[in-house]
């Protein structure tokens, strides 16, 4: 079965950092765009991050851009989001989801995580 599992979603104070993981399983991920989004209460689906592994190329919203960076596990086949600097805003459900293709600027989405919830309050 092929499914994307997030992790590591905490309550943590603003300025603070957080990882955040994403296991694929039934599928090899390094073949695959890899994305992140996030859903804060009231708003849309944010797009923050997307990968391609094979010539590394990312892409970052700018809301999160020099604070928040992507890396993989091949081994794990493992994800990350790793986010630093949190403020209030960043409060939301984060999602990993998982492209058709393995450059994500021509990759649809296929499958989505169920998301983990990342509170930064103080």
């Known amino acids: 079965q092929i499914q994307l599992v997030e992790s590591g979603g905490d309550l943590v104070q603003p300025g603070e950092s957080l990882t955040l993981s994403c296991t694929a399983s039934g599928f090899t991920a390094d073949h695959f765009a890899i994305y992140w989004f996030r859903q804060a209460p009231g708003k849309e689906r944010e797009r923050v991050s997307c990968?391609?592994?094979?010539?590394?190329?990312?892409d970052f919203a700018d809301s999160v851009k020099g604070r928040f960076s992507v890396s993989r596990d091949s081994a794990k086949n493992t994800m990350y989001l790793q986010m630093s600097g949190l403020m209030p805003e960043d409060t939301a459900v984060y999602y990993c989801?998982?492209?058709?293709?393995?450059?994500?600027?021509?990759?649809?989405?296929?499958?989505w995580g169920q998301g983990t919830l990342v509170t930064v309050s103080s």
């Open positions: 989801a998982k492209g058709s293709y393995w450059d994500w600027r021509y990759s649809y989405l296929e499958i």
């Open positions: 990968m391609s592994v094979l010539d590394g190329t990312t």
